[in-house]
């Protein structure tokens, strides 16, 4: 597979390549498959971090295509992290699932940094949906007793059955995805209060991160500072 103009620029950018391979893969609820990964000195080359993630390169009908990974479970003492890959039309799932033990695929990592707020917040108010699922799970680890308000758009129940590292004091509403991303906008729109003590996160479909990320820095008044927002993936 000849790499791309990106792989270029991601190199020319500080961009390190990795060669990943699959140390196991399962099924989860029939829409997304789970795989092991061995790191290939990628998580003793970066820097762990909360919603790290890292590009993968597969072979679309010969031509180089890259999708961006979030990092699951990540073990720098084991060389090893876990990948989740939504099932649905594309390259990606297809090598995700038929995917073997020692399989191999190349990672990209550069772009991902963050770090949790320094003191830190009181509150966090989190937004995703099912592919910043595994970003929004590493910030309730990060923060463990950190109070969080969290909204989550689905597109089908399987959505909803992913695993969600919720605690005591942690509150999720799910938000069914309806009219092009709205519904989720609007009922985080009537919701989200002016808290200068506490970070907003917000990782979604492009289109709504905008939406949200305008309502939380002009409504709300809240500083860049207090905000991290990225859109995931887009519908258009």
Same mark, same amino acid.
């Given at each position: 597979m000849k790499r791309n103009w990106e792989a270029l620029v991601l190199k020319a950018m500080g961009g390190r390549d990795f060669r990943l391979t699959v140390r196991s893969t399962e099924p989860v609820g029939g829409h997304y498959q789970r795989l092991v990964m061995d790191d290939g000195g990628l998580l003793a080359a970066g820097k762990v971090h909360p919603t790290m993630w890292i590009r993968l390169w597969f072979d679309d009908a010969g031509r180089a295509h890259q999708r961006a990974y979030t990092l699951v479970d990540p073990e720098p003492e084991a060389g090893r992290f876990t990948l989740e890959f939504a099932l649905h039309d594309g390259c990606a799932a297809r090598w995700a699932s038929t995917a073997q033990v020692g399989d191999t695929i190349v990672a990209t990592l550069q772009g991902s940094a963050f770090a949790l707020p320094d003191p830190a $917040?009181? /509150? #966090?108010? +989190?937004?995703?949906?099912?592919?910043? #699922? $595994?970003a929004v799970n590493s910030l309730l680890d990060a923060a463990p007793d950190t109070p969080a308000t969290i909204w989550l758009e689905y597109a089908h129940d399987g959505e909803r059955a992913l695993a969600l590292r919720t605690r005591e004091q942690h509150r999720v509403t799910w938000v069914p995805r309806g009219d092009d991303g709205r519904q989720l906008v609007d009922t985080v729109r009537a919701a989200l209060p002016v808290a200068p003590d506490a970070h907003y996160w917000v990782a979604?479909?492009?289109? &709504?991160?905008?939406? #949200?990320? =305008? /309502?939380? =820095? =002009?409504? #709300?008044?809240?500083?860049?500072?207090? +905000?991290?927002? +990225?859109?995931?993936? &887009?519908?258009?």
């Amino acid at each position: 597979m000849k790499r791309n103009w990106e792989a270029l620029v991601l190199k020319a950018m500080g961009g390190r390549d990795f060669r990943l391979t699959v140390r196991s893969t399962e099924p989860v609820g029939g829409h997304y498959q789970r795989l092991v990964m061995d790191d290939g000195g990628l998580l003793a080359a970066g820097k762990v971090h909360p919603t790290m993630w890292i590009r993968l390169w597969f072979d679309d009908a010969g031509r180089a295509h890259q999708r961006a990974y979030t990092l699951v479970d990540p073990e720098p003492e084991a060389g090893r992290f876990t990948l989740e890959f939504a099932l649905h039309d594309g390259c990606a799932a297809r090598w995700a699932s038929t995917a073997q033990v020692g399989d191999t695929i190349v990672a990209t990592l550069q772009g991902s940094a963050f770090a949790l707020p320094d003191p830190a $917040p009181a /509150h #966090l108010y +989190l937004v995703g949906d099912a592919a910043s #699922l $595994p970003a929004v799970n590493s910030l309730l680890d990060a923060a463990p007793d950190t109070p969080a308000t969290i909204w989550l758009e689905y597109a089908h129940d399987g959505e909803r059955a992913l695993a969600l590292r919720t605690r005591e004091q942690h509150r999720v509403t799910w938000v069914p995805r309806g009219d092009d991303g709205r519904q989720l906008v609007d009922t985080v729109r009537a919701a989200l209060p002016v808290a200068p003590d506490a970070h907003y996160w917000v990782a979604c479909e492009a289109t &709504s991160t905008r939406a #949200l990320t =305008r /309502h939380v =820095r =002009r409504t #709300l008044g809240m500083g860049k500072q207090q +905000l991290t927002s +990225l859109g995931y993936w &887009s519908a258009r």
